[in-house]
């Protein structure tokens, strides 16, 4: 996987690139921007370019021994610190043992690169600790902190960093690659696309999982008014959060149907559900749809805010039902 393989990301990668032509290199690096829009993927191909034995134009071979270690996260000079859970933060341990590895020289590469996943998580302990690393940066290795949004990390580490912006690449684009690289059928490219937001990475891992399926039995429950179908107790808060934002565009997407009008409709999400759509907006009153919406928002805002998600989504599923009625 390459620098060729990431897209949407042109601008930030020729700002790294660049760096490395004219050999003025920052000491560390934040990627910010969207989940599943490419961020880990440009720091490790980064790795890569910055070690390999035989980059030409700033690409990494994929060939030599370096670039083969450091797809393989097997490189003793490359680190990629990832949360244990999702959703979790890189602990103090493995900061403080980032921070005095950091000191050493390294074992074959030319530059020791540590990769710092989910950075705005760092607990503050955590982060003062990094603070201290800046600002005594070691001259053969490079951070780079990867987080959603500048404002979750401390502005000391910040200003002592270069920001590079990381975007979602969109939803027709998204689409257009899904059908055209990725072999999927033009509706549920577009489905995909539009519940993954336009982040290439979320959507194609949506692919892989049975994330389809599940939401085509969420849809369909959801079409019969039965509301949260499935066993609460098994399922994780991520996992919660993806069936609100499901609920979330079909509900979105029987409202735009209801205020257009119309029988066919253009710009759906569940572009290919329309007929089940139609049907419920036919059926639904205006005001009810609205509230709908607003109990689930308002339920993904619960969850953000760490409430019992299994009480929070009881309490949801009892005020729609009441409503959709
Ligand atoms: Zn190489």
């Given at each position: 996987?390459?620098f060729k393989?990431i897209r949407?990301q042109?601008?930030a990668?020729a700002i790294?690139?660049n760096?490395?032509?004219q050999d003025?290199?920052?000491?560390a690096?934040?990627f910010?921007?969207?989940e599943?829009?490419?961020?880990k993927?440009?720091?490790?191909n980064?790795?890569?370019?910055l070690?390999c034995?035989d980059?030409?134009?700033?690409e990494?071979?994929e060939?030599c021994?370096?670039c083969k270690?450091?797809?393989s996260?097997?490189h003793p000079?490359v680190?990629l610190?990832?949360p244990?859970?999702?959703?979790?933060?890189v602990g103090i341990e493995?900061i403080?043992?980032?921070?005095?590895?950091?000191?050493?020289?390294?074992y074959e590469?030319?530059?020791k690169i540590?990769i710092?996943?989910?950075?705005?998580?760092?607990?503050?302990?955590?982060?003062n600790a990094?603070?201290?690393?800046?600002?005594?940066p070691?001259?053969?290795?490079l951070?780079?902190?990867?987080a959603?949004?500048?404002r979750?990390?401390?502005p000391t580490?910040?200003?002592r960093?270069q920001?590079?912006k990381?975007y979602?690449l969109g939803?027709?684009e998204?689409a257009?690659?899904l059908?055209?690289e990725?072999k999927i059928?033009?509706?549920?490219?577009?489905?995909?696309a539009h519940?993954?937001?336009?982040?290439?990475?979320?959507?194609?891992?949506y692919?892989e999982?049975?994330?389809?399926?599940?939401?085509?039995r969420?849809?369909?429950?959801?079409?019969?008014?039965?509301?949260?179908?499935?066993d609460?107790d098994a399922?994780?808060?991520?996992?919660l959060?993806?069936?609100l934002?499901?609920?979330?565009?079909?509900?979105?997407?029987?409202l735009?149907?209801?205020?257009?009008?119309?029988?066919?409709v253009f710009g759906?999400v569940?572009?290919d559900?329309?007929?089940?759509i139609i049907?419920e907006a036919?059926r639904?009153?205006?005001?009810?749809?609205?509230?709908?919406i607003?109990q689930i928002?308002l339920?993904?805002?619960?969850?953000?805010s760490?409430?019992?998600p299994?009480l929070?989504?009881?309490?949801?599923?009892l005020?729609a039902?009441?409503?959709?009625?």
């Amino acid at each position: 996987m390459s620098f060729k393989d990431i897209r949407g990301q042109d601008r930030a990668i020729a700002i790294l690139k660049n760096a490395a032509r004219q050999d003025r290199l920052s000491h560390a690096y934040i990627f910010w921007g969207p989940e599943g829009v490419g961020k880990k993927m440009t720091a490790l191909n980064f790795a890569k370019m910055l070690n390999c034995q035989d980059a030409r134009d700033e690409e990494p071979c994929e060939e030599c021994a370096s670039c083969k270690k450091i797809n393989s996260f097997n490189h003793p000079d490359v680190f990629l610190f990832s949360p244990d859970k999702e959703g979790s933060s890189v602990g103090i341990e493995k900061i403080r043992a980032l921070i005095k590895d950091i000191g050493l020289k390294p074992y074959e590469a030319k530059k020791k690169i540590y990769i710092v996943d989910n950075a705005q998580a760092l607990t503050r302990e955590a982060a003062n600790a990094f603070l201290k690393t800046l600002e005594e940066p070691p001259t053969d290795a490079l951070l780079i902190l990867i987080a959603p949004e500048l404002r979750d990390l401390l502005p000391t580490i910040v200003s002592r960093s270069q920001a590079v912006k990381f975007y979602a690449l969109g939803v027709n684009e998204t689409a257009r690659i899904l059908v055209k690289e990725h072999k999927i059928d033009e509706p549920q490219a577009k489905a995909l696309a539009h519940l993954s937001s336009g982040r290439m990475g979320v959507a194609l891992k949506y692919k892989e999982g049975d994330f389809l399926k599940k939401r085509n039995r969420i849809v369909d429950s959801l079409a019969r008014n039965e509301f949260f179908d499935s066993d609460f107790d098994a399922v994780s808060k991520p996992e919660l959060k993806a069936y609100l934002d499901i609920a979330l565009t079909w509900y979105r997407d029987i409202l735009i149907t209801k205020a257009s009008g119309a029988d066919a409709v253009f710009g759906l999400v569940n572009i290919d559900k329309s007929d089940a759509i139609i049907k419920e907006a036919k059926r639904l009153k205006f005001s009810r749809i609205e509230e709908i919406i607003k109990q689930i928002i308002l339920t993904g805002s619960f969850l953000d805010s760490n409430a019992n998600p299994k009480l929070t989504i009881a309490v949801l599923g009892l005020a729609a039902l009441e409503n959709a009625r």
